[in-house]
Each structure stands twice: as structure tokens, then as C-alpha cells.
């Protein structure tokens, strides 16, 4: 039997559907005697001469293959080729895939059966929560038909609970350390002596530090691209403390002040700290800056709760129209348009509905007049249903609810601009961020 056919048959016994069969095909194990006694059909038993199953009648049986003992049978981006025999749904005769992906969508067939087609890319939960949302049902009582055609509530409970399978095999297949992960970048050095000529004198500019910067940060992603978890785990934050870990620890403006030029601090936290007086002055404000101003930028957003709750404790929503024709204009663009459904927009004096995806998309990326609680004709501290929108219409009596949005989020910018704040630049459209 080939590592294919025994792969087709750990499937058809549903040995996919255990943590431990993962183990043994996708690490190396060392069994203990008892493990090794406890024999069962499909089962992968590893030997230094070779591996074997477990056949039907308990027997152990060889598996034909060149791949040494050492290393797992499997890995989750050997490419494997299936037919419908393996999925019931495939839409091609066959089709070349890989272990990982397979297996991952045999978790949606056990929870769908065969409404949705293979997955052949790199994909999340939600892209499949996507799929199913628009037409989700409850689940009908117990005897009754089933529509194929819809994904009923105790499907999609099933489907988490797969995810939640999965997620427990991250010890196997997630990587979170590595060599590469944690070695710096060969050449860093020279590569940065080159870019330090090219930057000279310009570095105090934010704009220009925000360049030297980013094309450290490139050379760094482009050595991390080895690493078996670039991309999942090394990402983002994780990838970008590299850069000042490894490179330079950029540009510090003064906060302080409220300096637009910034200090350049070129040695790499592993270098250790500027001892030059305008570098160790930079460092010694920022983590002034960052112990002190954290507590008093907490209160930004405290403040700023309280503000609003105070002004919108009394206010209520009422059901009805206030006839305005009055609104603010906006621009909204791709999947922004979806924060127009339910409003009302007001087009060549006219009130024009917007009730579903299909005619909020018709608005993309031009101005748009909306009814807005700025406007309403509503006298003293209420607001008609119509300005307010469905969103904040579901809290006819607690706008201060949706309000708390708006404070929550002046305090995670607060704070988010403590934890690994790097200089970036960034094109901004004026016409849809300000009208
Ligand atoms: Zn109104």
C-alpha cells in the first residue's frame, strides 16, 4: 500500500476526526508499551524499518514508501490527488491539492455535507462563514425535510465545533518559533551602512525616517519569507519589533513637545542604547513618554465616555419620519456601502430608500446626502427613526450604548500608539474622509 491509498483509507475509517491520528502521521512519535499494545484498524505505527497500519484484522501491514523514519509520514503541503471517491462534491474528475487542504475540507463536509465545493486555496472560517451567511435558517424540527439549497443553525454549530477541532492541532502544524525567526538578517549591517549614505542629513525628516525605515523593515521580511510561519505567525507586530530588534530603532519624535522633526536613533536595540545625548535623550522621553503618557491618555477616552453619556442619557429614538430634507453628505467606498443599507438617502430633493447590498453598491465611491440625527426636525432631546438609521434605531432609549463605540475607540488609539508604534506614511483621500 502506498502512502496515497493509506491516506484514502484513514479517511473512509474517519481517523481524520481524532487528535491522535494526526500525531502519529504528522509527527514522529515515541510510544510507550501501552500505546504500542493498543492496536486498532488504520491505526500508523512508525518503526525504525519502516512504516506500517493496521489493517482491518489487526495486522500490521508495510507501507511503500522512500521517506525516512525519522521524519513524519505526512506534512500538511505534500500534494496529494483526489477524485470524487475522496469528496463526494468535487466538481473536477481530479484534482491536485494538498494533505492540509483536504483535511481541512472534510471538516466543512462533515458539517454541510456536500452544499459547499472544495476549497482549493488558502482560506479562514469567515470566508466560509461568508458563504453561508446569507442564507443560514434555523434548524427545522427534528423528522422534517431539509432544504439543500439552505445551512441550518445546527450546521454551522457543527462547523465550529470543527474549527475548534483544528484549532487544537496547532501544536503540530502552527509554527510559532524558529531559527530563522529568531536569527537576525545575514548582511543587515553593510545593507544598512549602504542606506545610511543615501538617507545622510535627511534623517530628521519624519517622512524621510518613515522611508529608511520601511526599506529596513523590507530587507528583514525578505529574509523572514523562509520561515515556516512567515505570513501566519510572523506578521505584523511580530515581524515589525524585528525591524528594532535587528536593524534600527528609527526615528523618536518628541512627544513632549509635539515636534514634527524626529531624533534618528540608527543603532538596533541589540546594539544597545544611543549613548549620544541626542539619542539617549530620545530614548530616556519616549519611555517617559510611554510610562507617564499611557495613564494620562487612558483618560482621554474615560472623559470623553463620560461626555457622552451625559449628553445622550435622556435622548430617545422614535419610530416615524420627521420629514427632513436635510442630511450630510459622504463618500462611501467598496465594502464601506454596506453601512448604507437601512439609511435613507436624499437625491435631487427626494428621499430615496436603501434596502439592500445591490442598491447601497449602486452608491460607490460617490457623495451621498444621508438622513442624519443632525438634521432631525424632532424637537427637544428626540430623534426620528428615519434620521437615526437602523443601527442606533435599536437603542431607542440607550443611545449611550452605541455611543460607547466612539469612546472605546479614542482609548485603544490611545493605547495602541504605546505598543510598537513604527513611523509609516500613507496616501489619504480628503473628498471621502472629509465630506
Ligand atoms: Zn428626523
Redesign the pocket.
Known amino acids: 500500500m502506498t502512502p496515497h491509498q493509506y491516506l484514502f483509507y484513514a479517511i473512509q475509517k474517519k481517523l481524520h476526526l481524532d487528535t491522535v491520528w494526526y500525531r502519529y502521521c504528522f509527527t514522529v512519535v515515541r510510544e510507550t508499551d501501552a500505546s504500542k499494545a493498543k492496536l486498532y484498524p488504520g491505526k500508523l505505527v512508525q518503526e525504525p524499518f519502516g512504516f506500517f497500519y493496521i489493517d482491518d484484522e489487526n495486522k500490521p501491514v508495510k507501507i511503500q514508501t522512500n521517506q525516512k523514519t525519522s521524519e513524519p509520514l505526512f506534512g500538511k503541503n505534500d500534494p496529494v490527488t483526489i477524485t470524487k471517491d475522496w469528496f463526494p462534491s468535487l466538481q473536477e474528475t481530479s484534482l491536485e491539492t494538498t494533505i492540509g487542504r483536504l483535511l481541512v475540507n472534510l471538516f466543512i463536509v462533515e458539517a454541510f455535507g456536500s452544499k459547499l465545493p472544495y476549497m482549493n486555496d488558502k482560506f479562514s472560517p469567515s470566508d466560509v462563514e461568508g458563504k453561508i451567511a446569507p442564507l443560514v435558517k434555523s434548524t427545522p424540527p427534528e423528522g422534517s425535510e431539509r432544504d439543500p439549497k439552505v445551512f441550518y443553525v445546527d450546521e454551522y454549530v457543527k462547523f465550529c465545533e470543527g474549527v475548534s477541532f483544528l484549532e487544537n492541532l496547532s501544536a503540530i502544524f502552527s509554527h510559532s518559533v524558529s531559527r530563522v525567526g529568531v536569527l537576525p538578517a545575514p548582511g543587515r549591517r553593510e545593507f544598512k551602512q549602504e542606506l545610511l549614505k543615501k538617507y545622510e542629513g535627511k534623517l530628521t525628516d519624519p517622512v524621510e525616517m518613515s522611508k529608511f525605515e520601511e526599506e529596513l523593515s523590507q530587507y528583514d521580511n525578505n529574509y523572514l519569507k523562509q520561515d515556516p510561519a512567515y505570513g501566519t505567525f510572523m506578521k505584523g507586530k511580530t515581524a515589525k519589533s524585528r525591524s528594532k530588534l535587528f536593524m534600527s530603532q528609527g526615528g523618536e519624535a518628541n512627544n513632549f513637545t509635539g515636534s514634527m522633526e524626529v531624533t534618528p536613533i540608527i543603532p538596533a536595540l541589540e546594539d544597545g542604547i544611543a549613548l549620544d545625548d541626542k539619542g539617549f535623550t530620545a530614548s530616556s522621553n519616549v519611555i517617559r513618554f510611554g510610562s507617564f503618557a499611557r495613564g494620562a491618555e487612558t483618560v482621554n477616552g474615560g472623559v470623553v465616555s463620560k461626555g457622552l453619556n451625559n449628553a445622550a442619557d435622556n435622548w430617545v429614538v422614535i419610530d416615524g419620519d420627521?420629514g427632513?430634507k436635510l442630511g450630510i453628505t459622504r463618500v462611501y467606498t467598496g465594502s464601506e456601502t454596506y453601512r448604507l443599507i437601512g439609511r435613507t438617502a436624499i437625491i435631487d430633493g427626494k428621499l430615496v430608500e436603501i434596502p439592500d447590498q445591490e442598491t447601497a453598491s449602486k452608491f460607490d465611491g460617490k457623495s451621498v446626502i444621508l438622513r442624519s440625527p443632525l438634521y432631525?426636525?424632532?424637537e427637544s432631546t428626540r430623534?426620528?427613526s428615519?434620521?437615526a438609521g437602523p443601527e442606533l434605531s435599536v437603542f431607542k432609549k440607550g443611545v449611550t450604548i452605541p455611543l460607547g463605540e466612539v469612546s472605546s475607540g479614542i482609548l485603544l488609539d490611545s493605547l495602541k500608539i504605546m505598543h510598537d508604534s513604527s513611523l509609516t506614511t500613507t496616501v489619504m483621500d480628503l473628498k471621502s474622509v472629509l465630506s
Do not use: A
Request: net charge positive.
Open positions: 420627521c427632513s432631525c426636525k424632532m430623534t426620528c428615519k434620521c
